[in-house]
């Protein structure tokens, strides 16, 4: 897969093609992507669903199947992930996400995800996730919030949770998710 980067041109032709084919069309996407890797969807579906709304596990569960999508285009013969490989992967960037929150400087994340990006064999997808991560859900220029933004719609907590708390850790998973699936795509 090496050999096969992924440039922003194919990421933004998948974004393009996704927004404009059909629901239908789009179910037989998630369904292909089910049936080949059913242990990735399951991921995406189960394991943060006690931590998130339903509608930001949907956005989870669409970023994953985008990011299979966009790396089965160049090679068609994509393994099936095992749990074994998502469990590993998923407890190396836990890790990762513990060093993060022991940052203290902006500077310093920035240096990690550049030389993070710079290392990964998808460098362009790698920082295309990460963006979705991290600028998902922040104001735009107009400083008008997207009210369609899954980050911003509250889980069912017993406990009262902020708004930014609930932005922050939904950010955090995000990523999580996003990378443990792309390193097990790209294994």
Not at 67 to 96: G, R
Not at 168 to 173: E, F, L, N, P, Y
Request: avoid cysteine; charged fraction near 30%.
């Amino acid at each position: 897969m090496a050999n096969n980067k992924i440039n922003i041109d194919e990421i933004v032709a998948t974004n393009e093609h996704f927004s404009s084919i059909s629901e239908k069309e789009f179910q037989t996407v998630m369904d292909k992507f089910d049936k080949e890797q059913p242990h990735l969807a399951e991921f995406l579906w189960n394991e943060f669903a006690e931590d998130l709304s339903d509608e930001t596990v949907e956005f989870l569960y669409f970023v994953g199947v985008q990011t299979w999508y966009i790396l089965s285009a160049k090679n068609k013969n994509l393994p099936l992930v095992s749990q074994d490989a998502i469990t590993d992967a998923f407890e190396k960037n836990e890790k990762m996400m513990d060093y993060l929150h022991g940052l203290e400087k902006e500077e310093e994340f920035a240096d990690f995800f550049q030389t993070t990006a710079q290392n990964h064999p998808q460098p362009d997808l790698f920082t295309y996730l990460l963006s979705l991560a991290y600028d998902y859900g922040k104001e735009d220029d107009e400083n008008e919030e997207d009210e369609d933004n899954p980050y911003l719609q509250m889980p069912v907590y017993e406990e009262e949770m902020e708004v930014e708390d609930y932005e922050s850790v939904a950010r955090d998973i995000a990523l999580l998710a996003y990378k443990t699936v792309l390193d097990t795509l790209v294994a």
